[in-house]
């Protein structure tokens, strides 16, 4: 089936409007009509080559609501007319011990990437920037009725990648959360970390967002610019989540954690960090990472939102404004997730 789509016709080259194909409904697919689809600054990682070579022309998008437009003989899980969402990945091998746990972001044999990835098929994936996909059923959630749909798009990368590591690391009552970087997981971690119950503190380059910042449901707000911040702020949190998608001074930022605190990186910048250890060795620091969620956590994550009451806060943009928008989420000038209106494409 061949849709239209917006795509990057070689690294680092704007966006354009095209036609890709769409593999036919297998017994366990669902066709999907997109209805919105997120803008993530790992789309513009990747079409830019911050992150290696990929395969073009590259369809990005990986934060994709839509409706459920025809399944598959064997799909029990979603029927036609349902309001679906699909995140990062759209397979991944079902049988290892990760997959098994629910933790098919860590699959063994390497779980498939919405787009620009090798499918089962042999066929390159490609993702929501456009009108139609089809996805293995297992690996389609499901868009809580009380979820605005636009407003939930974003939760299908930047919720489930704050929340994953927020619950792993147990933010709640009493633990002191900082948020690193007010961006589209920025914001998320924020309104996540405080509906967990815990103390959220946003550290931001500057305090122009700030006002924002604790309507989203923080606490405290700092600007990194500011040297003072890094020395009142010493020893002072459990967890830090770092969004940030440019390199950043690791060791002053574990400088703010207290005992058994750790800094977990979601930011996926396409220099290395560094680090001196003793920044991690005083206060038995530690410093990890996080990718996406599981299927199964990225529903609760859903269903938690919809509980709470609240999606992403989004601007609505046209398709023909796509590189628009990647320039000013380069920019950091996002407020705080753009989402394409999938009717535009
Ligand atoms: P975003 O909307 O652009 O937010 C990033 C924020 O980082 C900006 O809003 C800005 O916040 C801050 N920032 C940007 N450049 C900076 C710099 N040079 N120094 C200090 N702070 C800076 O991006 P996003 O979509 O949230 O994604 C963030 C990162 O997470 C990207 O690298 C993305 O690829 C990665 N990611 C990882 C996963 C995963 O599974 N681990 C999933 C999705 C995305 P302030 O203006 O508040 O300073
Ligand atoms: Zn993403």
Redo the contacts with the bound molecule.
């Keep these: 089936m061949q849709v239209t789509a917006f795509a990057a016709p070689a690294e680092g080259e704007a966006l354009v409007r095209t036609q890709i194909q769409r593999r036919e409904v297998g017994p366990n697919d669902v066709l999907i009509e997109i209805t919105y689809a997120g803008?993530?600054?790992?789309?513009?990682?990747?079409v830019r080559g911050?992150?290696g070579p990929q395969s073009y022309p590259l369809a990005p998008g990986?934060e994709i609501v839509g409706t459920v437009t025809e399944v598959g003989s064997a799909v029990t899980r979603h029927s036609v007319g349902d309001t679906v969402g699909v995140g990062?990945m759209v397979n991944s091998c079902g049988q290892c011990v990760h997959c098994k746990a629910g933790d098919e972001?860590y699959c063994v044999e390497g779980m498939v990437g919405t787009y620009g990835a090798e499918d089962r098929d042999g066929t390159v994936t490609q993702g929501g920037y456009s009108t139609h996909v089809v996805v293995d059923a297992d690996y389609v959630l499901s868009v809580p009725a009380g979820l605005d749909p636009a407003a939930a798009a974003p939760l299908l990368?930047?919720g489930?990648?704050t929340y994953?590591p927020l619950k792993h690391w147990q933010a709640g009552p009493g633990k002191r959360v900082a948020v690193?970087?007010?961006?589209?997981?920025?914001?998320?971690a924020v309104k996540i970390a405080h509906a967990m119950g815990a103390e959220v503190t946003?550290?931001?380059?500057?305090l122009?967002?700030q006002e924002d910042?604790i309507r989203l449901g923080a606490d405290h707000y700092f600007a990194?610019s500011d040297p003072d911040t890094f020395e009142s702020l010493a020893s002072s949190f459990d967890l830090i989540i770092n969004?940030?998608?440019?390199?950043?001074d690791v060791s002053a930022y574990l400088g703010l954690l207290d005992v058994n605190g750790s800094l977990v990186?979601?930011?996926?910048?396409a220099e290395p960090l560094s680090l001196n250890v003793f920044s991690l060795l005083t206060n038995r620091r530690s410093y990890s990472?996080?990718?996406?969620?599981g299927i199964a956590e990225t529903q609760e994550m859903l269903d938690f939102c919809a509980e709470h009451g609240f999606g992403a806060e989004i601007e609505l943009i046209e398709a023909d404004q796509i590189n628009e928008a990647y320039e000013r989420?380069?920019a950091?000038?996002?407020r705080?997730?753009f989402v394409i209106d999938a009717k535009t494409f």
């Design positions: 803008i993530c600054h790992s789309d513009i990682h990747t911050d992150w990986h990062c972001q990368c930047a489930i990648t994953s690193v970087g007010l961006g589209g997981l920025g914001h998320m946003v550290l931001s380059q500057s122009k967002k910042g990194t969004t940030v998608s440019a390199k950043i990186n979601v930011g996926a910048p990472g996080s990718m996406i969620g989420v380069l950091s000038d996002v705080y997730r």
